[in-house]
Nanobody
Framework: QLQLVESGGGLVQPGGSLRLSCAAS????????IGWFRQAPGKEREGVSC????????NYADSVKGRFTISRDIGKNTLYLTMNDLKPEDTAVYYC?????????????????????WGQGTQVTVSS
């Protein structure tokens, strides 16, 4: 059974950093597109970053370019999101999600509806 478990969220001051982790089980992360999404209170879920199968390509939301980095540890079957220079508007529940329908997809998109397997989310709060 495919499972995604996020961790690493917390409370951080503006300008600070966090690294989120998403441990995958039941499938090989390297073979599928996988991404990070977030949802703030009262707002729709939005794409933050994604990475294609084999790590061939990545995408980032304009709001996080230059501050966030998506990466993977294939040996640990784990996805990461390193977040630097955090801002109050980054406050949200962060989810990882995998597109389990498309094997070896050479691209990734940041549309939540394209992903069919979701973790439970981890809260990130940026506040002084």
């Amino acid at each position: 059974q495919l499972q995604l478990v996020e961790s690493g969220g917390g409370l951080v001051q503006p300008g600070g950093s966090l690294r989120l982790s998403c441990a995958a089980s039941g499938f090989t992360l390297d073979y599928y597109a996988i991404g990070w999404f977030r949802q703030a209170p009262g707002k729709e879920r939005e794409g933050v970053s994604c990475i294609s199968s084999r790590g061939g390509s990545t995408n980032y939301a304009d709001s996080v370019k230059g501050r966030f980095t998506i990466s993977r540890d294939i040996g640990k079957n784990t996805l990461y999101l390193t977040m630097n220079d955090l801002k109050p508007e980054d406050t949200a529940v962060y989810y990882c999600a995998a597109d389990g329908k498309r094997f070896l997809r050479a691209m990734c998109v940041m549309t939540p509806g394209e992903y069919d397997n979701w973790g439970q989310g981890t809260q990130v709060t940026v506040s002084s």
